[in-house]
């Protein structure tokens, strides 16, 4: 009986040992696996956000050669420039500025037409594809349709000006309507994207709501109001943090239209940035300021999904 027993148990732990084993090759097999499909991603990610991370973190704490070239270590000297620099605080207010005109007016906007058109009346799906055409063109196209709009001879704007006894504007080179011209082609620019998350978010109110409201004797504004607006939080959260990191990364309609000028009004932080860099070669302080605007960007995101969150109603 003893040798018998000591021979079952034997059987069992040899059993117990494979199923083990087989267990941790089938665990290794699928972690391995996993790692192959995302190494490309991983790879990807390597190359164009950590190592360019990385590489701005070195150079902001050195200072540069006119060809670009590092040439000093100099700690954090970088930044304590860019803190003492009146230049900096400008391209800081600027971009502030640029945020409050942009961002509070697509998403009015925004929401304004996909309340006017989320419905299945005739004619809704035109007016749909419309108001999101601005989605599918780039900065680039966009930034010389409003280029050639925005011309003082030629320019459709001035134009219709002349045609009710107004004044021509110099939309991009007069320093009071710079900024403000810019903010308009960023905010027609936006405009396609942020209308198609808010329709979305539309269309996912449950329909049974809004009957039900309207049974109760609630008017479309009442309804719009207290309820449609509370169960859209989620994609005006959305669109709204969206927005405020796409207005301290614009660069692309700066450079084209205006190049930060005239007088330094359009001169937002990554046109200074871009300045710094690439026009003047000084790696260390263009990093220096790079990664200030990713602190600003990471504080304000920080912010608005401790506080602003709270007030967000997910179904």
Not at 271 to 283: L, M, W
Request: aromatic letters at 14%; one cysteine or more.
């Amino acid at each position: 009986m003893t040798l018998a027993l000591h021979a079952r148990i034997t059987l069992d732990l040899n059993r117990q040992g494979r199923l083990i084993t087989l267990r941790t090759f089938r665990n290794w097999r699928e972690i391995s696996l996993a790692y192959t499909l995302l190494a490309p991603s991983i790879i990807l990610f390597t190359i164009f956000l950590f190592y360019p991370m990385f590489k701005s973190l070195y150079l902001s704490l050195h200072l540069t050669d006119p060809r670009g070239n590092v040439a000093l270590f100099v700690g954090l000297n970088n930044f304590k420039e860019i803190f003492s620099s009146p230049a900096f605080y400008q391209s800081l207010k600027i971009t502030l500025l640029f945020m409050l005109l942009t961002v509070p007016t697509v998403i009015l906007l925004a929401l304004l037409l996909a309340a006017f058109t989320h419905h299945q009346a005739r004619g809704m799906k035109l007016f749909q594809w419309i108001y999101s055409l601005p989605v599918i063109l780039s900065v680039g196209t966009s930034s010389v349709i409003w280029a050639m709009l925005y011309h003082p001879s030629t320019g459709i704007l001035n134009h219709i000006l002349h045609l009710v006894g107004i004044d021509p504007i110099f939309w991009l080179t007069d320093p009071a309507w710079a900024l403000i011209s810019v903010s308009i082609m960023t905010i027609w620019m936006n405009l396609g994207f942020t209308y198609i998350v808010i329709l979305g978010g539309l269309k996912g109110i449950p329909s049974e709501i809004l009957e039900s409201a309207r049974l109760d004797g609630a008017g479309g504004w009442r309804i719009f109001i207290t309820i449609c607006i509370p169960l859209l939080s989620p994609a005006l959260f959305f669109v709204t943090i969206i927005s405020i990191i796409g207005s301290f990364q614009a660069f692309g309609q700066i450079k084209i239209l205006t190049k930060g000028g005239p007088a330094q009004a359009t001169d937002v932080i990554v046109n200074s940035i871009y300045q710094d860099a690439f026009v003047n070669f000084q790696f260390g302080s263009g990093s220096a300021k790079a990664l200030v605007l990713f602190a600003i960007i990471l504080l304000l995101t920080f912010i608005q999904f401790r506080f602003i969150e709270r007030k967000v109603h997910y179904q």
